[in-house]
């Protein structure tokens, strides 16, 4: 390890773990001493610490933390971080609302306290400039390179004890400039636009200013070469497996999802299927279950009650193994799916995981490991511990948001979800079941209808920052005026804003 201690502006001192003190260009940018030690230590994790933190800087747990090439720590205390709140105007992530209790996926990084490894420093070697002002670059770095596989976290770990942190936020022009430099053009109008309806503000000069950089997200940026490295890419944790299916009318595709489990090469110990039909007294029609031979024990629960959350939750009660396959009862998968899915979840030590699902033919745009954004509810591994005490919030039934806010509640534990592209599951899509009754929502006999749906309302409400869900109530007043019938632009607003109170009434009464 090579730790770097600076002071924001330059480095003040630099030590390897043994202690020994290495000489280095006082006038150098810090981003530029950094890349420096990253080609004379190739092998190395690379550290940096304001100096006023030195003692409290964690480097025995660093080691654990830190426990394969492709992560990216970081962490600075309190609600502030280097860009304002204002970048919620621009990105809708759950990388924007930072829970600063846990380790917790996000793309901004602090200059107080973190660590790199050398291989990834070398990678953007020359692909992405080396800013004078060091926390403008650990945020710039971290926001190109998460989508590319490097796992970026919020890590309070680092430090040895809670403190009081404070660092001058970045200037608006620092802001506009991010914006232009990161997210599509388009961006940087639609920040302008947001700060000029909802803080009266008219920041024309960091506008134009921003207008002049050009977008970072360079394609000849990969991290294909950084070696992974972790303590043993064959390890196989995966020891007992359940699978969680909920299913209503969709018999035959279903008897297909068993005979994959069947055979598997890694057979799951248990397959919970909760089997729903709303009409009183009718019969389960999975006659299978018992008069089919399977090599796992089948919990078989049948109820008159339709919602997918109800019945995931009714599943987690019945879990008895180490982890969970969550399925959806329209899938296929390889045989071998369930060992290479533990495969590469011990060598990432993910506790969950999403995988991909597409129909046949779809195109597939994701091809990295890398940090998902919300999760799978119908093609995700967990580890049981970490699901333990949470469950599928029924507010969501019969609408949307059940499975995002199902991922938050695991990530607001301390445990991240990432996304695998292989192995792969087949979504066949198939009709929905015939058994299905059309929910009677509350607010289906408004006569202003809520939009969004207050379920979507909800979840931004519960997992959002106030100026992301300001961000969405724009974009979305443009885009939903092409698909309805209202064209005054006076009249349409008018009717969007009391459309948006009812959503906003509703996500509120559920949330209660």
């Not at 035959?252 to 999802?257: A, E, G, I, Q, S």
Request: hydrophobic share 40%; charged share 25%.
């Amino acid at each position: 390890m090579v730790v770097v201690y600076h002071n924001n502006k330059r480095v003040t001192n630099i030590s390897l773990e043994r202690d020994e003190v290495l000489s280095f260009n006082k006038n150098f940018a810090i981003a530029s001493v950094l890349t420096d030690l990253a080609i004379q230590y190739p092998t190395s994790k690379i550290i940096w610490c304001h100096e006023d933190y030195k003692s409290i800087l964690n480097l025995e747990e660093i080691r654990e933390l830190h426990h394969h090439n492709k992560i990216m720590l970081s962490y600075k205390p309190g609600s502030f971080n280097f860009l304002p709140k204002q970048i919620g105007y621009v990105e809708d992530s759950l990388f924007v609302n930072i829970n600063k209790d846990v380790s917790y996926p996000t793309w901004q990084m602090s200059s107080m306290v973190g660590v790199i490894h050398a291989t990834v420093l070398l990678a953007l070697y020359n692909k992405i400039k080396l800013d004078s002002k060091f926390e403008y670059y650990l945020n710039s770095l971290a926001k190109v390179c998460q989508p590319l596989g490097l796992l970026c976290y919020s890590e309070p770990k680092l430090i040895k004890e809670k403190i009081s942190f404070y660092n001058k936020k970045s200037s608006s022009f620092a802001l506009f400039k991010f914006v232009k430099q990161h997210y599509k053009t388009r961006w940087i109008f639609l920040l302008f636009l947001n700060l000029v309806i909802y803080e009266f503000k008219f920041p024309f000069l960091s506008f134009v200013y921003g207008c002049f950089f050009k977008n970072r997200n360079n394609r000849n940026i990969n991290l294909d070469n950084v070696v992974f490295n972790s303590s043993d890419d064959e390890s196989y944790d995966l020891k007992t497996i359940d699978v969680v299916i909920p299913t209503i009318g969709r018999k035959k595709y279903l008897h297909n999802v068993l005979k994959d489990l069947s055979q598997q090469t890694h057979l799951p110990k248990n397959v919970i299927i909760v089997e729903q039909n709303p009409f009183l007294k009718s019969i389960s029609e999975l006659d299978y279950i018992t008069s089919e031979s399977w090599p796992f024990k089948i919990k078989h629960i049948f109820i008159n009650k339709s919602g997918a959350c109800n019945a995931r939750n009714l599943a987690l009660d019945e879990i008895e193994s180490e982890w969970i396959f969550f399925a959806d009862d329209d899938i296929r998968f390889d045989n071998s799916f369930i060992r290479e899915a533990s495969v590469l979840m011990s060598k990432y030590e993910s506790k969950a995981v999403t995988f991909s699902c597409l129909q046949k033919n779809e195109k597939v745009f994701y091809k990295e490991i890398f940090q998902w954004t919300t999760f799978g509810s119908g093609c995700s591994i967990v580890k049981s511990e970490i699901v333990k005490n949470i469950r599928f919030d029924i507010k969501y039934e019969f609408g949307f948001g059940e499975d995002s806010d199902f991922g938050m509640q695991i990530r607001n534990m301390g445990n991240d979800v990432l996304y695998f592209p292989s192995p792969e599951i087949l979504h066949l899509k198939a009709p929905i079941g015939g058994f299905r009754t059309k929910p009677d929502l509350l607010w289906n006999n408004d006569e202003i209808k809520p939009k969004p749906s207050p379920m979507v309302m909800l979840y931004k409400i519960k997992h959002e920052t106030e100026q992301q869900l300001r961000g969405y109530k724009v974009i979305l007043f443009f885009k939903f005026y092409s698909k309805q019938s209202i064209k005054n632009p006076i009249k349409y607003f008018l009717n969007f804003r009391k459309e948006w109170k009812q959503s906003v009434y509703w996500a509120n009464y559920l949330n209660q």
